[in-house]
């Protein structure tokens, strides 16, 4: 009844040891990196730097020799691209279960269980883990920073060659986005492509990521599919979203619903965006957006 949780520097691991506690005893994290803070809630944190290629496989079966040493029959690893990857590696290699993007575990006389989103958001699954090693991945936020350096291990990871993925284009990078403190996002209520500067002087007057809803993406094609918020997109939880000519569809919220304070900005009352909001802001966006800006750019004058 021990738990593992992996994440990358800079993630907040707290919400994952969260996630372990009322299944687990105890719950190590490992912060895979050269630095990482002391996890709350943790009874150890270590960060293991790789003497080794670190490749998805090296880090697999680093993080596999981890399971082992610990007797770990729970691993819970931050779901980011790379994080992925190695879960999928780890659960060949440990002929483990796995479940993505879990919400939320339990744990019957059967074995694990991991809640999953299904449909969007309006339903939730649960899935039972019945393996001797149970995997999870979930959402994960970024520190607030200021914890207390976690101790340093080195271990040998193998470099398993012929392995190394290669070719990632700019759709593989998460950009900014999933680790965003502020998020100013934009649909299909911007007319047209010049009109972004003006939603992008927003998001550079409070210090955000710039991210959209699909059909920017998809149909007009202005923006890549790392800055889309969404079911198909990147899951964002920042602590402020502003959501700026949206219509709220579920494929958009739960995206973006986490967020600690979402402000919505749209010329529709009834737009669905605002049951999700806490400040809605009923007007057209060529009127409130330009003037926000430029009040906030003012203030940090
Ligand atoms: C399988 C699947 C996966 C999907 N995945 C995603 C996903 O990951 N992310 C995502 O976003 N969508 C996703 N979608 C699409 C989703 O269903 C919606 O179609 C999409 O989110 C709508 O985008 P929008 O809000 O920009 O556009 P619209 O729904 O067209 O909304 C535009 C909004 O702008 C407002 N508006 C217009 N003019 C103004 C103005 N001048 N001032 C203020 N407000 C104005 C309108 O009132 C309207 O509410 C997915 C759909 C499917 C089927």
């Known amino acids: 009844m021990s738990a593992l949780v992996v994440v990358e520097p800079g993630h907040d691991a707290q919400t994952l040891v969260e996630?372990?506690?009322p299944v687990s005893t105890t719950v190590d994290v490992v912060v895979?990196?050269?630095?990482?803070?002391?996890?709350?809630?943790?009874?150890?944190?270590?960060?293991?730097?790789?003497?080794?290629?670190?490749?998805?496989?090296?880090?697999?079966?680093?993080?596999?020799?981890?399971?082992?040493?610990?007797?770990?029959d729970l691993l819970v690893l931050a779901s980011t691209e790379r994080l992925r990857e190695v879960a999928a590696l780890l659960t060949?290699?440990?002929?483990?279960?796995?479940?993505?993007?879990?919400?939320?575990?339990?744990?019957?006389?059967?074995?694990?269980?991991a809640d999953r989103l299904l449909y969007g958001g309006v339903a939730i699954g649960t899935l039972a883990l019945q393996r001797p090693v149970a995997i999870v991945t979930a959402a994960v936020k970024p520190s607030a920073g200021g914890g207390a350096p976690a101790p340093v291990q080195t271990m040998a990871a193998p470099c398993i060659e012929g392995k190394t993925l290669t070719g990632r284009t700019a759709v593989a990078d998460e950009g900014g986005l999933a680790n965003a403190d502020r998020v100013v996002a934009f649909g299909r209520g911007v007319r047209t492509h010049d009109d972004i500067a003006m939603v992008r002087a927003l998001a550079d007057a409070l210090g955000a990521e710039l991210?959209?809803?699909?059909?920017?993406?998809?149909?007009?094609?202005?923006?890549?599919?790392p800055h889309q918020v969404g079911l198909t997109g990147t899951t964002v939880k920042p602590q402020l979203y502003v959501a700026v000519g949206i219509s709220g569809q579920?494929?958009?919220?739960v995206g973006m619903r986490e967020s600690k304070l979402i402000?919505?900005?749209?010329?529709?009352?009834s737009a669905p965006i605002f049951e999700a909001s806490d400040v809605a802001v009923v007007a057209d966006l060529y009127e409130v957006v330009p003037r926000l800006a430029q009040a906030l750019a003012a203030r940090s004058a």
């Open 250 to 253: 579920i494929q958009h919220l």
């Open 263 to 269: 402000i919505s900005i749209n010329n529709n009352a």
């Open 32 to 72: 895979l990196g050269e630095s990482g803070e002391q996890a709350a809630g943790a009874d150890s944190t270590v960060v293991v730097t790789a003497d080794g290629c670190g490749c998805g496989e090296a880090t697999a079966a680093l993080v596999a020799e981890l399971v082992g040493a610990k007797g770990a």
């Open 211 to 225: 991210g959209c809803s699909r059909p920017i993406v998809d149909d007009l094609k202005w923006l890549d599919l």
């Open 19 to 21: 996630l372990a506690r």
């Open 92 to 113: 060949a290699r440990l002929d483990a279960a796995c479940a993505p993007d879990a919400v939320a575990l339990g744990r019957t006389d059967e074995g694990l269980t």
